[in-house]
């Protein structure tokens, strides 16, 4: 019987190559022993991220040619609107060019004076940004089993309610701007967040007068977990479950680069009317006039067919499946990731990928170095490097995993290939696991460091 029946077949392709292991030591090298400095073309399989990276179907492209780029009242943003308004509920929309850009205008609206917290379930590295650039702080709830690689729980992704009530207690109503709850929680490992939780995370800031927000970058992924893993939702339409969802919050950002199924684009969605008019200026300040906000026409209509794509639920069952199935394949090769696997990506754990490199000489920034000069594989650090420098103390902050993740582009990559990003995991595993020292800071960046960093080995 066979598990997860691919949606899909091949129309176009695009030539990639793997270079010889000499050239890719060299470029690895060039680049600082940092993969962001690669050159795309110097890459075999790109799992530095799902984001843009997505392939689009052909009524995507066809869409395009309806793109209307007039520069007020385009019909493309109307589509956009009617696609948003049926797949969330929500009625108001402001396009923007892509996710941070609804998190600044976000917050350029919600945090008016420094000094306001964003209590949420951990926050995306621009988010927290964003949230700091306001001169607020991000506050981070997550339930305790979200920061333990191997803890069982089906919804790693779910804000502690005992950690929000405390946040409410010590900051009060008047200095906490919203409350954020990313879904699903791509710093956390890509784990979804439960219709119940967001049900009581709601309640509790509908009787405590906050407002609450979804970052909805993967919304169609969390319903689909939501689905699979949750009591009483089995028989429940991914389409029913991403309108519930949305009932328990006053809006959202969102990153269509995700489960927009677009290489770029993004909106906020909300509720209130009042709370629409007044970010409506804010959105032409830094994105354009509110009916296209740093997008083309085109591009609204590619996303507008996009959002309604996502919540194919054979698109999802096989999409989730290929992230599933890499990380059970590495598991059957005893490669420590976090599990359950979630989403987007499997994450592999540095500290128990490599158990002798000290934690202060980032270890997961070694395996994405090593997976690179193995099998021209790129996939990216979220851990010691990405988390930076506390804004307050300037130490170094330790974040309680130090993860690798393996990014699965969107309708992109074939069983072929997932086949092969295992044996070159594996493979670095097996060789190269009693490796006893790490990585060091050659050019330390300010700032969101990961980016542009460069290293030295030790
Ligand atoms: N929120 C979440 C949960 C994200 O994962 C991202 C981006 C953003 C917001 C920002 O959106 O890139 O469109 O401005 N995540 C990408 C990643 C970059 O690789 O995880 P953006």
Redesign the pocket.
């Known amino acids: 019987m066979v598990r997860h029946v691919v949606p899909y077949r091949i129309k176009v392709v695009e030539p990639i190559r793997l270079l010889t292991r000499e050239d890719r030591e060299r470029k690895i090298r060039a680049a600082g022993l940092n993969v962001f400095r690669l050159r795309s073309d110097d890459v075999y399989i790109d799992l ?4 843009g990276t997505g392939a689009m179907s052909a009524a995507q492209w066809s869409q395009l040619m309806l793109g209307d780029e007039s520069y007020a009242g385009s019909s493309s943003f109307y589509r956009l609107e009617d696609s948003i308004q049926r797949v969330t509920g929500l009625p108001f929309v402001i396009p923007v060019h ?4 609804a ?1 600044q205008v976000l917050d350029y609206v919600l945090m008016p004076e420094p000094g306001m917290v964003v209590p949420g379930n951990t926050h ?1 590295d ?2 927290k940004a964003h949230i700091e650039f306001r001169g607020g702080r991000a506050v981070d709830c997550t339930i305790p089993e979200g920061f333990d690689a191997e803890a069982a729980h089906p919804f790693k992704g779910n804000v502690d309610m005992d950690r929000l009530r405390d946040a409410y207690k010590e900051y009060g109503n008047a200095a906490i701007a919203y409350v954020l709850i ?1 879904v699903t929680c ?1 710093s956390g490992g890509g784990q979804p967040v439960s219709m119940e939780n967001i049900r009581e995370v709601s309640t509790f800031c509908r009787e405590h007068d906050l407002k609450v927000f979804f ?1 909805a ?2 919304f169609a992924e969390n319903a689909y977990f939501i689905q699979q893993r949750e009591k009483g939702y089995a028989d429940t339409s991914v389409r029913d479950i991403v309108l519930e969802m949305f009932t328990h919050v006053d809006g959202c ?1 969102m ?1 269509a ?2 489960d927009g199924l677009v290489p770029i684009g ?1 909106f906020l969605a909300l509720r209130s009317e009042a709370l629409y008019e007044e970010m409506k200026p804010t959105d032409i300040l830094f994105e354009g006039f509110y009916t296209y906000g740093g997008m083309s026409g085109m591009n609204m209509d590619a996303m507008a067919q996009g959002l309604l794509e996502v919540v194919d639920e054979s698109y999802l069952a096989h999409r989730i499946g290929q992230t599933v199935s890499l990380g059970d394949n590495l598991r059957r090769l005893d490669v420590p990731i976090v599990t359950p696997v979630g989403g987007h990506a499997v994450f592999i754990d540095g500290r128990r990928f490599f158990p002798k490199v000290p934690e202060d000489q980032f270890p997961a920034q070694l395996v994405t170095v090593e997976l690179y000069r193995e099998g021209g594989v790129r996939a ?1 650090e979220i851990g010691s490097c990405l988390a930076g420098r506390d804004p307050d103390s300037g130490e170094n902050i330790r974040p309680s995993l130090d993860l690798c993740r393996l ?1 699965i582009p969107r309708r992109v990559y074939t069983q072929e290939h997932f086949d092969y990003i295992a044996d070159v995991v594996a493979t670095v595993y097996a060789q190269q696991q009693g490796r006893t020292t790490g990585l060091a800071f050659d050019v330390e960046s300010k700032g969101i460091r990961h980016f542009t960093s460069t290293f030295r080995e030790l």
């Open positions: 530095l991220t799902d984001s892509q996710g941070r850009a998190e995306f621009t988010t990313t791509n970052d970058a993967r950002t990153s680069k995700k993004g990216v990014t």
